[in-house]
C-alpha cells in the first residue's frame, strides 16, 4: 500500500498564480522526492529533500519538510501552462532504489 | 549521456501468457528498479536489482520476477497474465553506490501493457 497522502488530487488555477502541493507519510524516511509526470510519461526528478533539511529551493520550486508532522509541500511560484501535469511525493527510508509513492496532485495551469 | 530505455513501448497480451519487459539503464548507474502504475493503485514498487542481486521486493505475487544482467540491463517478467495487470510499467535507474547518500531515480517512458 502506499504510504504518501496528497493535498490535493486535482488542483486548476492560471498562468502567474502559485500553486501549493502537500504530501503527507506515516513512517520515518531517510529522504523524501518530488516528480513530475506528464500525460501518463515516464517520472522526471524535481528536487530531493533529507530528513535533517527543512527547505530546499530549486528555480521555481520550493519544497518544505516537517518530519514532525510528517509532511511535505511543494510550492511551484509563477505557474506556466507547461507545468500542467502530475506530480508526486516519494519517500525513501533507506539509500535504496525503493520508493513510496503518493497518489499524486493532477496540476490544470490556464494559459 | 543516454537516459533510462524501455522496450517494447506498447504490449497487447492475452490472459495466461507471460511477458518480458526490458529496461537499459543510464551508463554507469547500477541500480534498477522497476515500478506498476495503475489508475486504481497509483505507483507501485515492484523491486530493485543492484549489481544483479534484488536488494528490495515490493508486495506482489510471485508471477511477477526480474532480473539484472553484468551490464546492469534489467528484465522484467510476468506469467500467467490477469486483466489486472494491465498497467504502465516503469524502470528507472539511480546513481547509487554504497555509500551515496542520494537516490533520485532517472526514469524510462515505461512499457503500457494491455491484457484482453
Known amino acids: 500500500s502506499q504510504q504518501g497522502e496528497e493535498d490535493p488530487q486535482a488542483l486548476s488555477i492560471q498562468e502567474g498564480e502559485n500553486a501549493t502541493m502537500n504530501c503527507s507519510y506515516k513512517?520515518?524516511?531517510?529522504?523524501l522526492q518530488w516528480y513530475r509526470q506528464n500525460s501518463g510519461r515516464g517520472l522526471v526528478h524535481l528536487i530531493l529533500?533529507?530528513?535533517?533539511?527543512r527547505e530546499k529551493h530549486s528555480g521555481r520550486l520550493r519544497v518544505t519538510l516537517d518530519t514532525s508532522k510528517k509532511s511535505s509541500s511543494l510550492l511551484i511560484t509563477a505557474s506556466r501552462a507547461a507545468d500542467t501535469a502530475s506530480y508526486f511525493c516519494?519517500?525513501?527510508?533507506?539509500?535504496?532504489?525503493?520508493?513510496?509513492f503518493g497518489q499524486g496532485t493532477t496540476l490544470q495551469v490556464k494559459p | 549521456k543516454a537516459g533510462v530505455t524501455q522496450t517494447p513501448r506498447y504490449l497487447i497480451k492475452t490472459r495466461g501468457q507471460q511477458v518480458t519487459l526490458s529496461c537499459s539503464p543510464i551508463s554507469g548507474h547500477r541500480s534498477v528498479s522497476w515500478y506498476q502504475q495503475t489508475p486504481g493503485q497509483g505507483l507501485q514498487f515492484l523491486f530493485e536489482y543492484f549489481s544483479e542481486t534484488q536488494r528490495n521486493k515490493g508486495n506482489f505475487p510471485g508471477r511477477f520476477s526480474g532480473r539484472q544482467f553484468s551490464n546492469s540491463r534489467s528484465e522484467m517478467n510476468v506469467s500467467t497474465l490477469e486483466l489486472g495487470d494491465s498497467a504502465l510499467y516503469l524502470c528507472?535507474?539511480?546513481?547509487?553506490?554504497?555509500?551515496?547518500?542520494?537516490?533520485?531515480?532517472?526514469f524510462g517512458p515505461g512499457t503500457r501493457l494491455t491484457v484482453l
Open positions: 516519494a519517500t525513501s527510508s533507506s539509500n535504496t532504489g525503493k520508493l513510496i
Open positions: 529533500i533529507r530528513s535533517n533539511e
Open positions: 513512517t520515518s524516511i531517510n529522504n
Open positions: 528507472a535507474s539511480s546513481p547509487l553506490t554504497m555509500r551515496s547518500l542520494y537516490n533520485e531515480q532517472f
